[in-house]
Nanobody, 123 residues
Framework: QVRLVESGGGLVQAGGSLRVSCAAS????????MGWFRQAPGKEREFVAA????????RYADSVQGRFTISRDNAKNTVSLQMNSLEPEDTAVYYC????????????????WGQGTQVTVSS
C-alpha cells in the first residue's frame, strides 16, 4: 500500500515555472513506477509524465515534452515534476500516481493516487 500526497501547486503567469512534488509513504517506494497526470475542468484525466522505479527511464506526453521534467528521489520517497514555459492550457489539477511493473500512460494502469494539487496558469 502506498499513500501519495502532492504539494507545490499554485498560480503562475504564462511563461513561468512551477514545481509540484509528491511524497509517498509506505514500503517499497523504489519498486514503483511513478506517474503524473492532470485533469482540466470538463476533460478526462490525461497522462503527463512517468518515471521508472530506478529513475533511469522517463516518458512524456507530446504536449509537455521539452517543457516538463519528472524526477524522483528514492532515498526521500519523493517524485517531482518541474514545469517550465507554462501555458494556460496547462491549467489543471495535477495528480501523482504509482504502479508496479513497467511504465504505462493509461490512467487505469495505476493503482495508487494522490488527492491532487491545482495548477493555474494565467494568460
Amino acid at each position: 500500500q502506498v499513500r501519495l500526497v502532492e504539494s507545490g501547486g499554485g498560480l503562475v503567469q504564462a511563461g513561468g515555472s512551477l514545481r509540484v512534488s509528491c511524497a509517498a509513504s509506505g514500503r517499497f517506494f523504489s519498486g514503483y513506477v511513478m506517474g503524473w497526470f492532470r485533469q482540466a475542468p470538463g476533460k478526462e484525466r490525461e497522462f503527463v509524465a512517468a518515471i521508472s522505479s530506478s529513475g533511469r527511464s522517463t516518458r512524456y506526453a507530446d504536449s509537455v515534452q521539452g517543457r516538463f521534467t519528472i524526477s524522483r528521489d528514492n532515498a526521500k520517497n519523493t517524485v517531482s515534476l518541474q514545469m517550465n514555459s507554462l501555458e494556460p492550457e496547462d491549467t489543471a489539477v495535477y495528480y501523482c500516481a504509482a504502479r508496479g511493473l513497467s511504465m504505462a500512460v493509461d490512467v487505469s494502469s495505476y493503482n495508487y493516487w494522490g488527492q491532487g494539487t491545482q495548477v493555474t496558469v494565467s494568460s
